[in-house]
């Protein structure tokens, strides 16, 4: 049996030591013997990692505190955007008849006028964001929806079809190549929005001076699946917009109609699978945006 025992040394000095006694028979008389070890500084080094783990385990608390708090708040703030986004849809599509139902001849003078197209402009503007936004947060309800193998030429030729008189209006050709990635776990909806916002994204800003080109491909880069898509489009400053690109309502070319929802419900999808998304474009150059489909698992 081994006990744990404080001594006090001559000068004062205490230490800790573990003591077993041994009995031993020689020559019929018992010998007891007792062997002592000193384990101060193991004793020390438990102590000292015992308020780690505690110290350590308080951080934990903490934390796990802190994320439910933040992730009630995130809660709220969907739901209120929600109930917002929800709320304001029939104000505004009311505001949108009414507006259409004015007779601009019973409108007197130049300057009424202006102002009533002013005003006519900022309501379908609401109206457009207002039913982009509810389109947003619908979207990000199918976020977790499961993952299937998916042919990426079978998944695109459904958008292309979806898309074809765009593409007959804006005489775009496309090279299209699935050869190295053939296939993916993915959800079909949110594989299909990628390849259909990338796509009308690039007709929607085509160069007015050449034909819109666009060329779909696939490539596996360091065990992920990417999926690249290029055009000869107006292009934008990628260095100087940076994240920008990719906000809410963020549009890069105001002179082009459109809200800007596109590139941030591509990222919110990608970022979702654990993968990214880069873009390496210059004004007058086209755009090449690479998406890192999956962080190379589930390939």
Do not use: W
């Not at 802190?66 to 505004?92: D, F, G, T, W």
């Not at 947003?136 to 695109?156: G, H, M, Q």
């Not at 050449?210 to 898509?229: A, D, F, H, P, Q």
Request: with cysteine; net charge neutral; hydrophobic share 35%.
């Amino acid at each position: 049996m081994t006990v744990e025992k404080k001594f006090r040394r001559k000068d004062g000095s205490v230490f800790i030591a573990d003591i077993t006694p041994c009995m031993y028979i020689v020559e019929d008389r018992p010998i007891v013997h007792v062997h002592i070890q000193n384990i101060t500084d193991r004793k020390q080094a438990e102590e000292k990692m015992q308020k780690l783990n505690s110290a350590l385990e308080e951080e934990i608390t903490k934390v796990e505190l802190y994320a439910k708090q933040i992730e009630i708040k995130n809660r709220e703030l969907e739901e209120l955007s929600y109930v917002a986004a929800h709320n304001l849809k029939a104000p505004v599509t009311n505001l949108n008849v009414l507006i259409e139902m004015i007779d601009t001849h019973s409108i007197q003078g130049d300057k009424d006028i202006e102002l009533f197209y002013k005003l006519k402009n900022n309501i379908e503007q609401v109206y457009k964001k207002v039913f982009s936004l509810n389109d947003v947060i619908n979207f990000k309800t199918t976020l977790k929806d499961k993952k299937e193998l998916l042919e990426f030429k079978r998944v695109f030729n459904e958008v292309e079809q979806s898309i074809l008189d765009q593409l007959n209006a804006t005489n775009t050709t496309m090279e299209v190549d699935f050869s190295e990635c053939p296939e993916i776990e993915y959800p079909l909806l949110h594989l299909n929005r990628i390849l259909h916002n990338l796509l009308t994204n690039s007709m929607k800003f085509k160069s007015p001076d050449r034909l819109l080109k666009i060329e779909v491909k696939t490539r596996k880069i360091n065990g992920s699946v990417c999926l690249k898509v290029k055009d000869n489009g107006l292009g934008f400053d990628a260095e100087k917009q940076g994240e920008k690109v990719y906000g809410l309502f963020k549009r890069l070319h105001p002179q082009v109609e459109g809200v800007g929802v596109g590139l941030y419900i591509v990222k919110s999808i990608v970022e979702t699978h654990g993968g990214k998304v880069e873009v390496i474009s210059s004004p007058n150059e086209g755009a090449l945006f690479t998406i890192h489909l999956n962080n190379g698992k589930n390939v």
